[in-house]
C-alpha cells in the first residue's frame, strides 16, 4: 500500500468519475507506480487520466505523452492488420496458411488456417529448439524456424497462447500479402491516417518518452519460477524460450526490434483509440478502416477450452475470437460475454465492447504477478461497467 498518492492528471467526465476513482485506489491500495488509462465512448474520449512516475527512481513523473511497452496488448492491433487485409479481399481467413507462405507446410503444417494462427491454435506456442533473445530479433530467422517446426498439438483442436510467436506467425502473413511487415502496416493504415501515438518496436528518438518497466515484487517472480517446473513443454516452448521481462524490455535492443506479439509502445489513450476501432465496428476518429462485417469477425468465438499454456491461470475455460479473448463467464473485459479484449504482461489491457460501443485502454510500468485479469484492471473494468 503506498503513503503517498501521486497527483492525477487529465480529465475524465463527471459522469465516470468512478473511473477516475478506481484509478487514484489503484495508487492508493494496489503499488501502482505509474500508469494511464483512457475510455471512449461512441469514439469520444471521456476519460484521459495519468499519473505517478515513468521509473522506478522516481525522478520522472509520467507525463501526457509517457509511451510505456504493453507486452501483448500489441497483439490486437496485429489482428487489425489481418482482418484489414481480409476486408479488403487479399486474405481468406479460411484457407491454409501455405497458401500465402508455401514454406509453411514443413512437419505436417499443411493443415493449419489462418484463423488458426489468429486464435492461438495453430500448435505453435513456442519453437522446440533453443532460441535465444538476439535470435528473437532477427525476423527472418524466426519465421524461417515457424514454418519449419512440427506443431505441439494438432492444430485447430485446442488454444495454445502464442505468447511471442503470434505476432511472427499472423506477421509474416501480413508481410507475403502486403509486403508490409506488421510495424510498417500498421502505421501506414491505422496509426498514421488516425494520429494515433502507437509503434510496434519503438523508434530511437522516441526513447525519452518511455517509462521504465519495473518487476514485480521478488516473492512474485519466485512463485512465477517455481511454476515454471510444472509446466507442459509446450507452455515452457511460449513463456521461455527465450525467457524475457522488464530488464529485457527496457534495453535499446529490445526497443528497435520488431517483435509485434510483445513490444508495442503506445499511450493508454492511443491503446484505447486501437480497441476502439473494434469498439465502432470498424470505424473511428471518422474514418472507417474495416466493414461493420468485417470487425464484427474478431468475435467470432473459436471454441472454450482450458487454454494449453496460460489455463492454470483461469478459474474456468476461456475462448478466442478471431484475435482477441471473449470476455465470457470470467468477465475479463467486463459483463457483456462478446466484449473482447487482450492483456498484457504485467497488467496493460485493451478493450473493445461494440455493443456499449466502448473502449478502453490500460498501460501501467510497474508489472504484476497475474496471468491475466490484474487487479488494477479489473478495477477499472468493473468502475467503468458500473456507471454504464
Known amino acids: 500500500m503506498s503513503e503517498h498518492v501521486p497527483d492525477v492528471h487529465g480529465h475524465c467526465d463527471a459522469r465516470f468519475a468512478a473511473v477516475r476513482q478506481a484509478f487514484e485506489e489503484n495508487f492508493r491500495d494496489r503499488d501502482e507506480l505509474g500508469a494511464a488509462v483512457a475510455v471512449t465512448v461512441g469514439g469520444e474520449t471521456v476519460v484521459d487520466l495519468w499519473g505517478g512516475w515513468a521509473d522506478a527512481a522516481h525522478t520522472r513523473p509520467w507525463e501526457r505523452d509517457t509511451l510505456v511497452n504493453v507486452w501483448s496488448t500489441s497483439k490486437g492491433p496485429v489482428a487489425l492488420c489481418a482482418h484489414i487485409l481480409a476486408n479488403r479481399g487479399l486474405l481468406d481467413l479460411d484457407a491454409p496458411v501455405a497458401a500465402y507462405w508455401p514454406e509453411f507446410t514443413a512437419a505436417g503444417k499443411d493443415g493449419v488456417l489462418v484463423r488458426h494462427l489468429l486464435s492461438h491454435r495453430a500448435g505453435l506456442s513456442g519453437l522446440r529448439e533453443p532460441h535465444s533473445l538476439q535470435e528473437l530479433y532477427d525476423w527472418e530467422l524466426t519465421t524461417a524456424r515457424l514454418a519449419a517446426t512440427q506443431p505441439w498439438w494438432e492444430p485447430g483442436t485446442r488454444s495454445g497462447y502464442h505468447a511471442l510467436t503470434y505476432g511472427f506467425l499472423v506477421g509474416e502473413v501480413v508481410r507475403r500479402v502486403s509486403g508490409l511487415r506488421p510495424a510498417a502496416f500498421l502505421e501506414k493504415e491505422v496509426t498514421g491516417p488516425l494520429g494515433i501515438d502507437f509503434t510496434v518496436g519503438l523508434p530511437e528518438q522516441e ?117 482477441l479473448w471473449l470476455s465470457g463467464p470470467n468477465g475479463s473485459y467486463g459483463p457483456n460475454p462478446r466484449a473482447v479484449g487482450h492483456d498484457g504482461f504485467g497488467g496493460s489491457c485493451g478493450l473493445a465492447d461494440p455493443d456499449a460501443e466502448v473502449s478502453l485502454g490500460y498501460v501501467m510500468n510497474r508489472m504484476g504477478p497475474h496471468v491475466a485479469d490484474d487487479p488494477r484492471k479489473m478495477a477499472l473494468v468493473d468502475a467503468l461497467y458500473s456507471v454504464l
Open 207 to 323: 526513447s525519452g518518452r518511455a517509462a521504465e518497466l519495473v518487476h514485480p515484487p521478488a516473492a512474485a517472480i519466485r512463485e512465477q519460477a517455481s511454476s515454471f517446473s510444472q509446466l507442459t513443454p509446450a507452455a515452457l516452448a511460449a513463456l521461455a524460450n527465450p525467457l524475457v521481462g522488464a530488464r529485457e524490455a527496457n534495453t535499446p535492443e529490445w526497443r528497435a526490434a520488431e517483435i509485434p506479439a510483445a513490444n508495442g509502445h503506445g499511450t493508454a489513450r492511443a491503446v484505447a483509440a486501437l480497441y476502439g476501432i473494434f469498439a465502432g465496428r470498424g470505424a473511428y476518429g471518422g474514418r472507417r478502416i474495416l466493414s461493420a462485417e468485417a470487425a464484427e469477425r474478431v468475435r467470432e468465438g473459436q471454441g472454450s477450452c482450458r487454454d494449453l499454456v496460460l489455463g492454470a491461470g483461469f478459474e474456468s475455460e476461456t475462448e478466442l475470437g478471431l484475435g
